[in-house]
């Protein structure tokens, strides 16, 4: 069976292998051609897409909309709007050995590129790599997550028939198709999932020592300071941590504040909670499930750390999870263990600005730090003493809407960015051209033996970079 599967991997890399080497992939006709196929796909199929994404994970339309198709909609169309610019040569400054040549950055399309996606935004996960992957030049295989059956089964029906078979390939399947999938030589591999598995990927990259991004998850930080609009605070938390009933890669993980910003805090959250979702959230049409048995029963456990104070009810037919805030959470209790990606929140007090950074900076680095302050010196001070893949003061998420920064993280959250730009330079290989004329040997001859020291002061004056006359430590 999987001697058959394996074979049938290789047929597929090898047709990939073929198509990128006719050089068709390359062609800006082609890239903009299968860009546009890729919008239709979305807009032909808006009512099939919110639909599997509500059987798997009862997310709202309006969060589907915002979270997973707009945000396409606008990869595709920057993409569109900017792939000329983008794959323009990139002419670079020279030194006077150089002088007459002409020295550019090219970008080159990697190859076949593997894209392994998780289900937590099943859709844009996979979607907004593959946007970087075309407009980049590549072929590539598209792996969704078998978790979020439905999406998957959805993108293994739709991209095949509207993006060119002999370039782009779904393959669907779990831990074990995707091992042996794994073994054929990629060009780059772009990675999204949980750290354990992204160790086991960047093994298997090794192996052909092919280069990849690993967007990964972790705890991320959230510091209240007593200094802040509560009302505000409270309302952008709630938002970004129960978007998605928590499953968010982004969502605020935990709450750092003092005692007395605590107990008025948790007012507001209570307050905001039964706004936002009413007396019973189970019956709100605005919150999202947990995605599958074994999640629900993993973030279930979690429920036994500190001291319930709003929510803590479950369902498990519905695999429902009711938003709960947690308090006199320590350390050392099971959901400060690992990224909690559900819908709870823990409180840990600390009695100033300084602890804060102290508890983050003791932790792995997350993908996000949030701070809420009214005052710029603390923000300022998060900004420049903690490291997380981004920041975002005074609210969550929001930095991930713009495609002008690049979204990834660093250190156990991962490695690498895209998004806009940087996804079309995260898909290409940015190689070094040097373009010379084969006359002018004159100038040339000063390098070549018998050397003497008269012209190796030349060569030095032609090559060497100068330190700048007011460059200087003070
Ligand atoms: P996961 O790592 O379990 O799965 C991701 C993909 O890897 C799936 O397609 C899965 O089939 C495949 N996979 C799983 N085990 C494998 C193995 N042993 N060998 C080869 N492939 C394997 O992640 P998940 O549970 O789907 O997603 C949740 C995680 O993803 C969280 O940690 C979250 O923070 C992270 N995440 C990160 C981002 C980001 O952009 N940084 C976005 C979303 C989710």
Known sequence: MSMNRMASYGEIMNGLRQSFSSGITRAVTFRLSQLEALAKLVEENEAAIFESLKKDLNKPKFEAEISELSLIRSEINLARNSLN????????????????????????????????????????????????????????????????????????????????????????????????????????????GNPKVGRIIMAAAAKHLTPLTLELGGKNPCFVDDDCDIDN????????????????????????????????????????????????????????????????????????????????Q????????????????????????????????????????????????????????????RNSQVVNQFLERTASGGFCANDGLMHTTLMSLPFGGVGESGMGKYHGKFSFDTFSHHRACLLRSSGREKLNEIRYPPYNQSNLGLVLYATESKRKSWCSIQ
């Open 314 to 373: 479950t369902d498990e037919t519905e695999r429902y999870i009711a938003p709960t805030l947690l308090t006199d959470v320590k350390e050392s209790d099971p959901v400060m263990q690992e990224e909690i990606f559900g819908p709870l929140l823990p409180f840990l007090t600390v009695g100033d600005v300084e602890e804060a950074i102290r508890f983050i900076n003791q932790r792995e680095k997350p993908l996000a730090t949030y701070v809420f302050s």
């Open 233 to 312: 605070t409270a309302k952008r938390i709630v938002w970004s941590k129960f978007f998605n009933a928590g499953q968010t890669c982004l969502a605020p993980d935990y709450v750092l504040c003092s005692e007395g910003t605590r107990d008025k805090l948790l007012t507001a959250l209570q307050g905001t909670i039964q706004a936002f979702y009413g007396d019973d959230p189970k019956l709100s049409p605005d919150l999202g499930r947990i995605i599958s048995q074994r999640h629900f029963q993993r973030v279930c456990a979690l429920l036994t750390s500190g001291k319930i104070v709003t929510g803590g």
């Open 85 to 192: 610019s983008w794959m323009k040569d990139e002419h670079v400054s020279k030194n006077l050995a150089t002088y007459f040549d002409s020295a550019f950055i090219r970008k080159d399309p990697f190859g076949v590129v593997l894209i392994i996606s998780p289900w937590n935004y099943p859709f844009q996960l996979c979607l907004i790599p593959l946007v970087g992957a075309i407009a980049a030049g590549n072929c590539a295989v598209i792996k969704p997550s078998e978790i979020s059956q439905n999406t998957e089964k959805l993108l293994a029906d739709l991209l095949p028939r509207y993006l060119d078979k002999n370039c782009f390939a779904v393959v669907c399947g779990e831990a074990k198709e995707t091992s042996l999938l794994l073994e054929n030589k990629f060009d780059y591999i772009f990675f999204t």
